[in-house]
């Protein structure tokens, strides 16, 4: 059974715009990082302590990213 094309557009544009937050995700990266890298370089003797917390926020940062992508799937493939 064909689908309605209206309706494929629809789809399309709506997993297109949920994937709008992968650009937000990629410049939090790199604002997490490059705020890193600024504490390292001001305080390197709390390197290890404060690479722990980079990594944290780079891994919540991703989750962010994860979810959009998930999101996109699910309007293109589950409805």
Do not use: D, H
């Amino acid at each position: 059974m064909a689908e309605n094309p209206l309706y494929v557009g629809l789809k399309l544009l709506g997993a297109g715009t949920a994937t709008v937050s992968l650009i937000g995700s990629g410049a939090g990266i790199g604002i997490v990082f490059a705020g890193l890298m600024l504490a390292v370089s001001r305080n390197p003797s709390m390197t290890k302590q404060v690479f722990v917390y980079a990594i944290l926020g780079f891994a919540l940062t991703e989750a962010i990213a994860l979810f959009g992508l998930m999101m996109s799937f699910l309007i293109l493939f589950a409805f």
